[in-house]
């Protein structure tokens, strides 16, 4: 099923946020030196009508890579078989890549369920120091990122999605938080991200509950649809999908 023209504008508009994002008729080029170790921030989202040659997107990327002083090269495609042959080329040159759901809920509509064992409260921009707080309590048993990632993504929240408007939504339990997730509305379109819960809080509720409530807040924001990233056949896509994201 193509990717649906709100969700292509915001993912348009959200790289739009970054120091540098260059448009072409296939999809967008990004680059900030401020973040150099974020990949995500510096690379080609292919997310046009257009299908580009790979020899195209690196050209774009090489020009974009001298001004940010990045050393790799990041290209992602938000609809495989929209543009399957730069697919197959980049398998062929690259090997399989990581692969990743895009799930959307229309109109925030996904399924209701009485969670009381776990509050959910926005927080308001949080200070540097209570963001890093929370991303390292969520993901304390995982494995840690390579040096500098970890803080740059921290920091790119503050200075460039928190000041977007970017949203955050914290989950208690016990007396405690529990869990962590953000929304951030661009286009009439809701992104739902950093969905994380403290480990030994994890299979009661907690990622459920705040989805529910944030999909409450996109509806009640008027968003067209609410949309978020999960990597394919893992738990997290399965929680979304018994909750309405297709």
């Known amino acids: 099923m193509p990717l649906a023209q709100p969700i292509v504008d915001f993912l348009v508009a959200w790289e739009s946020l970054g120091r540098r994002c260059d448009r072409h008729p296939w999809g967008t080029v990004t680059a900030d030196g401020r973040f150099p170790n974020v ?6 989202l292919i997310a046009g009508a257009v299908t580009p040659s790979f020899e195209t997107v690196r050209a774009a990327l090489e020009d974009a890579r001298r001004e940010s002083g990045v050393s790799f090269d990041q290209v992602e495609l938000v609809d495989v078989e929209a543009h399957a042959p730069l697919y197959s080329e980049l398998v062929a040159q690259h090997g399989a890549p990581e692969r990743f759901a895009l799930m959307v809920a229309e109109g925030g509509d996904i399924a ?135």
């Not at 990949?39 to 080609?44: G, I, P, Q, S, V």
């Not at 921009?125 to 969520?138: D, Y």
């Not at 409530?213 to 968003?223: E, L, N, P, Y």
Request: aromatic share 6%; charged share 30%; hydrophobic share 40%.
């Open 39 to 44: 990949r995500d921030a510096n690379r080609a």
């Open 112 to 246: 209701e369920q009485a969670t009381e064992a776990i509050r959910v409260d926005e927080r308001g921009v949080p200070a540097p120091e209570l963001w890093r707080e929370l991303k390292a309590a969520t993901h304390a048993d995982e494995e840690p990122l390579p040096d500098g990632v970890a803080e740059q993504l921290c920091d790119r929240d503050d200075v460039v999605f928190f000041p977007a408007g970017k949203r955050l939504f914290v989950g208690e339990r016990l007396g405690e938080a529990a869990g962590i997730a953000t929304y951030s509305a661009l286009r009439s379109v809701g992104l739902v991200d950093d969905v994380s819960t403290v480990p030994r809080h994890r299979r009661q509720g907690v990622a459920a509950a705040l989805m529910r409530h944030i999909a409450r807040v996109s509806r009640d924001a008027g968003d067209v649809a609410v949309f978020l990233f999960a990597a394919e056949d893992g738990d997290p896509q399965r929680l979304y999908g018994r909750l309405g994201f297709r």
